[in-house]
């Protein structure tokens, strides 16, 4: 800056020296004058030029400008340059953060200091039935419009979570949020809302589970306190303390079998997937199944030694199942068992095993049994469930037959399939994935 004034004052004295010297020395003022209009004008066009770029260039494109304002004009431009990266890197964090909020599984909404909505995200926008560009700037207690989340954002206070209805709930679906607000910043909300619909139905589920379970214990126990009593009270003949002991025995029998499908299950909910590298042979398992099934239908005979039921078992291919053998034993003696148990006396079993065309294994439970009514069929793999209560305790049932079988199907990446029309009997059936089979090129 000061060579350049000192440059002007040189240029001036020497312009004042030639024109005195050559025109007389009443003109030699016009020399610096004109210099000074000229070197002014030059300035203002550069200042001009600055100025427009300032106000709509981008910091690559700096005019050419020459002296004083190119120096300026480079130390702008470098400036501009960083101050760009600056508000990319920020833009790129914002981006990131943003980003991993919308990731989130939890909703999250962002309030201003009015409780109006400034930013939210998918999950937040689904739980509270929000429209994240629509809805900006609503206040957030018109949208949410639940009583309990009104009174709740009217506290001071907001030291604990509130459950409230979810905006994709319906009659036959129930959603269950849990909210909660955050202060920070200057007086604005963070909303943080959470889908605990699982959650409360792994709780109702628990609860319910261990009512059933008290409900089975206390009955046969109840009846056992009884006879116990009678015994302890009442003078009995030999005869009569025999009587009351068998029936003592079968009540404990009953719980024995309660307490042992309640073990198998836990064992199974506990217990790692079976490998597939076990192959558990399909034959010798048959032969176990229907030696226990027959066993079983006599003891519903008068003498208890010839079965009742005709039980028929196609033959077992040449096939192994990958996984464990137990676990397949204990689906299919409950199917076959059930089959047994549910049939009356002269009725007809189907057992066998067969590759259908979906390429699937298939082990199937053909009785000609009572048949279940379609509205029973979904829920008969829940656990206690029962179509006819009386006939299934009658036989030693425990209600947990189906829901084991379906979780070993599970296990080995099969499923239970129940056909059956009422009055016309059943099909009970494990599907297996042919690649969770061996040996099945052997069979054409
Ligand atoms: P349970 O120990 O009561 O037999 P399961 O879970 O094995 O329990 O079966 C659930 C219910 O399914 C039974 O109570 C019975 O009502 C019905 N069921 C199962 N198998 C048959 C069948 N083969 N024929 C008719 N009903 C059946």
Known sequence: MVLHLLGLLLWSLLSALVLGWFWGWGVALAGPLLLAWFWLGQHLWRAHRLDLWLRTGSAQEAPALGGLWRDLSDRMRRQLHQRDQQVQIHTDRLGHFLQAIQASPNGVTLLDAQGRIEWCNDSAALHLGIDPQRDQLQHVVHMVRDPVFSRYFAQERHDSEVEIEGRTATLAHSVKLSVQLHAYGQGQLLLLSRDITAVQQAESMRRDFVANVSHEIRTPLTVLMGFVETLQSLPLSAQEQQHYLELMAVQSSRMQALVSDLLTLSQLEGSPLPGKAEPVALQPLMQQVLGDAQSLSALQGPQGLTPVHVLEMS???????????????????????????????????????????????????????????????????????????????????????????????????????????????????????????QGLQSVG
């Open 315 to 437: 033959p077992t291919p040449d096939w192994s199942v990958m996984g464990s053998r137990d676990e397949l034993l204990s689906a299919a003696s409950n199917l076959v068992n059930n089959a047994v148990r549910y049939t009356p006396a002269g009725g007809t079993i189907r057992i066998g095993w067969t590759r259908n065309a979906s390429d699937q294994v298939v082990f199937s439970v053909k009785d000609t049994g009572p048949g279940i009514a379609p509205e029973h069929l979904p829920r008969l793999s829940e656990r206690f469930y029962r179509v006819d209560r009386s006939r299934s305790r009658e036989t030693g049932g425990t209600g947990l037959g189906l829901a084991i079988t379906k979780h070993v199907a599970q296990r080995h990446g099969g499923q239970l399939r129940i056909e059956s029309q009422w009055g016309q009997g059943s099909n009970f059936m494990l599907v297996f994935p042919a690649s969770r089979v």
